[in-house]
């Protein structure tokens, strides 16, 4: 009788699922939008019509994954500190949430905070961190859906030794080969890579791209991605038929992606999918879990220079953190946006469009021929427009004079002295050389410059 039971119970659930569809909704670089313009909805708009999407295919068919780069970016979230933006992910129950890059600028406290806080997986297979997993199986409508997670693998290019604030990455490749060795004995039906990352290799991150992971590793039959900010919708990677997926940025919309499998031999058939783009409206007509607080933007300054140069910029960058470290012999330091504010009465979002970052101050010893260094390797980046400019606080020539191979303490942005993104290897080799005895402060350039515009434009 019993076994009667369960075979009919089997024959039921065959027969009122529809032929074996797999739903996945995807967003990425939300970058904390939790305000909308004219042109972008915003993430909340954005993460609730997943939401109510995902109610509309049927949860059970469905997974929500967010790709990174979600916490960080807007005004709102510096206040926050991205804890709106987790707020969103769980009001729309989504299932996975991947670290981006700019995840980890609030610190290791403030991530492990937030991950504790999200009621999906947090997984990234390549991140050695509290409370994140490597990959996640989900049943959906019968199928075994894997999902593997990886965050991207240059922090160390952007972060001053990440590791040392908690923040272990491996390679990706080394980490997929570990994860994939539990999850295939847990026998998936279609294997999905959700990753913080473009499809194209990048020479300068030493970075091969995912056209030669996809030829490798054709297991996988479905990449999500993101951090380049791109839209693309079901490429094929490597001529390998497995297919690449990045909602753009920003808030303008997300993914859905639709699986079909073979209900008889439970193979992936066919893979597609579409960008679904989410009109801006009116927050005051979402439901009270998707409503995040709006920022407070009070005026700082009444007389800041009108359309201020990139030097004028770097300068008070500079000025502004000799204030906070005022043993420093000089600062290296550039404008950080092409935005220029075309107002003397400047307020906090205009800051924040001029300082868009958590960077903060590093401080190195160096000597005359780092010194010599740094400034040759910065002529040369102009091409990057993000130069960074010199300001003394003594005369070096006489700083130097008796002795050259002397130390002195020089302030850094703290992104630049990590190099920028690969951009900057002599500058990063010169502060990674444990003679420089390199120290990350505490001290947020956004905050510095707070006080310093207020004091000198009030
Ligand atoms: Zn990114």
Same mark, same amino acid.
């Given at each position: 009788?019993?076994?009667?039971?369960?075979?009919?119970?089997?024959?039921?659930?065959?027969?009122?699922?529809?032929?074996?569809?797999?739903?996945?909704?995807?967003?990425?670089?939300?970058?904390?939008?939790?305000?909308?313009?004219?042109?972008?909805?915003?993430?909340?708009?954005?993460?609730?019509?997943?939401?109510?999407?995902?109610?509309?295919?049927?949860?059970?068919?469905?997974?929500?994954?967010?790709?990174?780069?979600?916490?960080?970016?807007?005004?709102?979230?510096?206040?926050?500190?991205?804890?709106?933006?987790?707020?969103?992910?769980?009001?729309?129950?989504?299932?996975?949430?991947?670290?981006?890059?700019?995840?980890?600028?609030?610190?290791?406290?403030?991530?492990?905070?937030?991950?504790?806080?999200?009621?999906?997986?947090?997984?990234?297979?390549?991140?050695?961190?509290?409370?994140?997993?490597?990959?996640?199986?989900?049943?959906?409508?019968?199928?075994?859906?894997?999902?593997?997670?990886?965050?991207?693998?240059?922090?160390?290019?952007?972060?001053?030794?990440?590791?040392?604030?908690?923040?272990?990455?491996?390679?990706?490749?080394?980490?997929? &080969?570990?994860?994939?060795? #539990?999850?295939? @004995?847990?026998?998936?039906?279609? $294997? !999905? *890579?959700?990753? +913080?990352?473009?499809?194209?290799?990048?020479?300068?991150?030493?970075? &091969?791209?995912?056209?030669? #992971?996809?030829? @490798?590793?054709?297991?996988?039959? $479905? !990449? *999500?991605?993101? +951090?380049?900010?791109?839209?693309?919708?079901?490429?094929?990677?490597?001529?390998?038929?497995?297919?690449?997926?990045?909602?753009?940025?920003?808030?303008?919309?997300? *993914?859905?992606?639709?699986?079909?499998?073979?209900?008889?031999?439970?193979?992936?058939?066919?893979?597609?999918?579409?960008?679904?783009?989410?009109?801006?409206?009116?927050?005051?007509? *979402?439901?009270?879990?998707?409503?995040?607080?709006?920022?407070?933007?009070?005026?700082?300054?009444?007389?800041?220079?009108?359309?201020?140069?990139?030097?004028?910029?770097?300068?008070?960058?500079?000025?502004?953190?000799?204030?906070?470290?005022?043993?420093?012999?000089?600062?290296?330091?550039?404008?950080?946006?092409?935005?220029?504010?075309?107002?003397?009465?400047?307020?906090?979002?205009?800051?924040?469009?001029?300082?868009?970052?958590?960077?903060?101050?590093?401080?190195?010893?160096?000597?005359?021929?780092?010194?010599?260094?740094?400034?040759?390797?910065?002529?040369?980046?102009?091409?990057?427009?993000?130069?960074?400019?010199?300001?003394?606080?003594?005369?070096?020539?006489?700083?130097?004079?008796?002795?050259?191979?002397?130390?002195?303490?020089?302030?850094?942005?703290?992104?630049?002295?990590?190099?920028?993104?690969?951009?900057?290897?002599?500058?990063?080799?010169?502060?990674?050389?444990?003679?420089?005895?390199?120290?990350?402060?505490?001290?947020?350039?956004?905050?510095?410059?707070?006080?310093?515009?207020?004091?000198?434009?009030?």
């Amino acid at each position: 009788m019993f076994r009667a039971f369960i075979y009919l119970l089997f024959l039921f659930s065959g027969f009122f699922l529809s032929a074996g569809e797999v739903f996945i909704l995807q967003t990425t670089d939300l970058h904390g939008i939790v305000h909308n313009t004219k042109n972008i909805a915003g993430a909340p708009s954005v993460i609730y019509s997943a939401a109510k999407d995902a109610t509309r295919l049927g949860r059970d068919k469905t997974i929500l994954v967010d790709c990174g780069d979600l916490l960080q970016g807007s005004l709102e979230s510096a206040d926050n500190k991205g804890e709106d933006m987790i707020n969103l992910l769980n009001a729309a129950r989504y299932d996975v949430w991947v670290p981006g890059n700019h995840d980890f600028e609030f610190g290791s406290k403030v991530l492990s905070e937030r991950i504790k806080f999200f009621r999906g997986a947090t997984l990234a297979a390549n991140l050695h961190f509290p409370n994140v997993g490597s990959y996640r199986i989900f049943q959906k409508n019968g199928y075994r859906i894997a999902v593997i997670g990886m965050t991207n693998p240059h922090l160390h290019q952007w972060f001053f030794h990440p590791e040392e604030e908690g923040f272990h990455i491996l390679p990706v490749e080394i980490s997929y &080969r570990r994860a994939l060795q #539990f999850l295939l @004995r847990e026998k998936p039906d279609a $294997i !999905i *890579l959700a990753i +913080h990352s473009g499809i194209y290799p990048s020479k300068r991150l030493d970075d &091969r791209g995912l056209n030669v #992971f996809a030829r @490798r590793h054709p297991e996988v039959k $479905i !990449i *999500l991605g993101g +951090h380049t900010h791109e839209k693309v919708v079901c490429k094929e990677l490597g001529g390998a038929k497995v297919y690449y997926f990045q909602a753009g940025a920003h808030g303008g919309g997300y *993914l859905r992606i639709r699986l079909n499998f073979d209900d008889n031999t439970r193979k992936l058939l066919e893979v597609s999918g579409e960008y679904v783009p989410v009109a801006p409206k009116d927050h005051s007509e *979402l439901p009270k879990a998707f409503r995040p607080q709006k920022a407070e933007v009070p005026l700082l300054a009444r007389n800041f220079p009108v359309n201020p140069s990139r030097e004028k910029l770097a300068e008070m960058f500079g000025k502004a953190i000799v204030k906070a470290h005022p043993h420093v012999k000089g600062v290296f330091h550039g404008a950080l946006t092409t935005y220029r504010p075309r107002t003397k009465f400047l307020n906090r979002l205009h800051l924040f469009r001029i300082c868009p970052f958590e960077n903060r101050v590093l401080i190195a010893n160096i000597n005359l021929q780092e010194w010599n260094a740094i400034l040759k390797e910065q002529k040369e980046a102009e091409k990057y427009g993000m130069k960074q400019l010199f300001f003394p606080e003594v005369d070096v020539k006489v700083l130097w004079a008796s002795s050259p191979h002397d130390r002195f303490p020089f302030a850094f942005n703290s992104y630049a002295a990590s190099g920028a993104g690969g951009r900057f290897p002599v500058l990063k080799a010169i502060i990674d050389n444990p003679a420089a005895r390199a120290v990350l402060t505490r001290s947020r350039i956004f905050d510095l410059m707070e006080t310093y515009i207020k004091e000198v434009y009030k």
